[in-house]
C-alpha cells in the first residue's frame, strides 16, 4: 500500500500572510489539525493546532478581551509555522511514512508531486489502515498466538484454518517475546471458537488470546 492511495485529498492550505486567528478557525470549521502553508504554489511551511494554540494568550492572561483579538490578528502563520517540513512522495509505503511520522513524533506528512502539495497523510489516515488491517469491523474469532519464527510456519497456521473451511478476514503479525518468535494476531470468520481451537493449537507455540 502506498501513500498515495490512503492520503486524504484535496488538501486546505493557507497563506502565510493569514492571522493565526484566522487559521484556528478554519481548522474548527473543517475539522482539521494542520495546513501545509503555500505561498505562489511552492510550499513554505506547515502548521498545527498546537503551534496556533502555543502562540495564541493564555487564558489566565490579564489582557481584555479586544486587546487579545488585535493581538491575534496582528500574529501571522508565517511567524510561527514550521518552515523545515518533512514530506513523503504518493509512491512512498504507508509504513515508511508511518515510520517518519513515529521517529519525528509527528501528526501528518504533506504529501508532494513535482514540487506541489497533493495531499497529506495523518495519523488517522494511519489508524483507519490499522483499523482494516485488524478486521476491526468484521465479525469473526480474534485469535493472538505465538508461533515459530521460521520458514513455513505461516503457511502451515494458514493451511491449519483453510482445511477446516475457515476463512481468514484480518492478518497481523508483530514482534513476538524473542528472536525466536512471532506473535500473530488474526480473525476467522465460518468457525466457531472451540473448531478454531482444535485447528492451530498443533501448529502454534503458544494460544495467547481467543475472543
Given at each position: 500500500?502506498?501513500?498515495?492511495e490512503r492520503m486524504?485529498?484535496?488538501?486546505?492550505?493557507?497563506?502565510?500572510?493569514?492571522?493565526i486567528a484566522e487559521a484556528l478557525n478554519l481548522m474548527k470549521q473543517e475539522h482539521v489539525r494542520r495546513f501545509p502553508v503555500v505561498k505562489d504554489r511552492k510550499m513554505v511551511g506547515i502548521i498545527s493546532d498546537k503551534d496556533l494554540l502555543?502562540?495564541?494568550?493564555?487564558?489566565v492572561t490579564t489582557l481584555s478581551i479586544w486587546e487579545m483579538h488585535y493581538l491575534l490578528a496582528k500574529i501571522t502563520v508565517s511567524e510561527v509555522m514550521t518552515k523545515n517540513v518533512l514530506t513523503v512522495a504518493e509512491d512512498t509505503p504507508i509504513e515508511q511514512?508511518?515510520?517518519?511520522?513515529?521517529d519525528n513524533k509527528i501528526g501528518g506528512l504533506p504529501v508532494m508531486s513535482d514540487g506541489a502539495v497533493v495531499g497529506i497523510i495523518t495519523e488517522t489516515d494511519l489508524f483507519k489502515i490499522f483499523i482494516e488491517l485488524m478486521g476491526a469491523r468484521e465479525l469473526g474469532i480474534r485469535v493472538t498466538a505465538l508461533v515459530e519464527d521460521k520458514p513455513g510456519q505461516l503457511a502451515t497456521l494458514t493451511e491449519a484454518i483453510a482445511s477446516a473451511k475457515g476463512n481468514f478476514v484480518a492478518f497481523g503479525m508483530f514482534?513476538?517475546?524473542?528472536?525466536?518468535?512471532?506473535?500473530?494476531?488474526?480473525?476467522?470468520?465460518?468457525?466457531?471458537?472451540?473448531?478454531?481451537?482444535?485447528?492451530?493449537?498443533p501448529v502454534i507455540k503458544q494460544l495467547v488470546d481467543m475472543r
Open positions: 500500500m502506498l501513500v498515495g486524504s485529498k484535496p488538501v486546505i492550505t493557507i497563506s502565510p500572510e493569514m492571522s502555543n502562540a495564541s494568550p493564555s487564558p511514512a508511518a515510520r517518519i511520522m513515529a514482534t513476538g517475546n524473542d528472536s525466536m518468535t512471532k506473535l500473530v494476531t488474526f480473525k476467522v470468520a465460518g468457525m466457531t471458537a472451540e473448531q478454531v481451537k482444535v485447528a492451530i493449537l
